[in-house]
């Protein structure tokens, strides 16, 4: 007998709750994250439900769980659930509750949430995808296909040891022939009826070191020298003021269409002669996000130079973290960069890749899938005229592991219509992060009947 969608509501409440007081914080040191102790919790969960699961340990403490519910027909297609357990470091300063107390509050609309670091990124998804993974044991309905739950470690500091390695070295264990990870399902409601969008792609890194040569000389001249930093400043200066060309494709048009913002400021985002005015007319962490869905972006992040304090500096080293949108190269890099340091520059300096394994990108994942249509399908149940559309993530996720491989991921989750898109994104990685108990409801629900859904 199925069990009623409030008690499992309330079973990802209280999952969600246990998740983020577990403090699995990933700082990207191999010590820290500490996900051992959700992958236990989850192990926990599952237990006494006669399912098989396994848990992996890359480094001392970095566990992930990998379940599997085994369907009748060997030859239909997997679906693997991608749940990280870990989370980003929150400074309790900024913060209007305790980031790990995972407190349920009633805000003063009467709103339910769920506070604390991992509500929406991606803890949420974590403990509703357990719950309904659960739900279809307990119930002992069998699909066709096997269902894959996997609470991975390591996704918030580059997925070296979680995803990356897993998946390279167990796919035996891992195998599966379609994804649902984070993130996606923020319903808008505008003139052309609800738009929900789902995850299809993300960016990828174009990352590089520049180390910009000088000569030394004696700090007590400063005339005429050949400043390493005085160069360097230069460059990260015409990198601030560089204007990269925008891509306003249809992906672009449907977030922008999914704001529900004035129709003119619509029409301007969408102009390649018009969309740095109207980027600069909106709120700075909503105009960020679409420059970002548009552009290539290059952040020069840190430098280094100079060793004491009377020596002209002879070499200065910058780091670009630059991130591309699926389908720019490593090659555009190379010729972008020249172009905006200058040929007075570039003589002085050597432009080098921060890893050797950056990639062209990790694909986009097609919305001709059964799974795509199995999402849509599932998101009408609870927004009957809703049209889901594909979106980018500017961050990364373990989905391009996935998409590496071919196999279709999609960032996917079900909102209420308590978050508009512009305040839902702002919780990533932000200060008071929380999640609304209706949205983990539909959630749960979703994946549900998605799985009722995927082998129709
Ligand atoms: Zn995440």
Known sequence: MSTSID????????????LIRNQCVNDGTPESGHEVRSAELLRNELEGFGVDFELFETEPGRVSLVARYEGTDPDAPD???????????ANPDGWT???FGGELITSPDGVDEVWGRGAVDMLNLTSSMLVAFREVIRTGKRYPGDIVYFAVADEEAGSVLGAKQLLADHWDVLHCDYVISEYG???????????????????????RRITVHGTPSHGSMSYATDNALIKASEIVRRIAAAELTPRLDDVFAARVGALGLDPEIQKQLLDPAHIADALAALPPALASNLHSCSHMTI????????????TVPDTAVLELDIRMLPGQTQQDVDRLLPEIIGPDLMPSVEIEWYRDDL??????SSTESPLWDALGDAIRVAYPEATVMPSLVTGGTDCRFYRERGIPAYGAGLLSDKVPLSEFLSRFHGNDERIDVDSLRLTTQLFLDVFDRLWR
């Open 299 to 310: 952040n020069p992040n840190t430098i280094h130079s100079g060793e004491k304090l009377n």
């Open 97 to 99: 509750n305790d980031p």
């Open 185 to 207: 399902g923020t319903p808008s409601f505008g003139d052309n009826g609800t738009t929900v969008l789902l995850t299809t792609s993300e960016k990828h890194s174009g990352a």
């Open 79 to 89: 679906l693997c659930l991608c749940a990280h357990t870990d989370v980003v470091p």
């Open 359 to 364: 990639t062209n990108g990790f694909g986009v």
């Open 7 to 18: 008690t499992l509501t309330g079973e990802t409440v209280d999952l969600l709750q246990a």
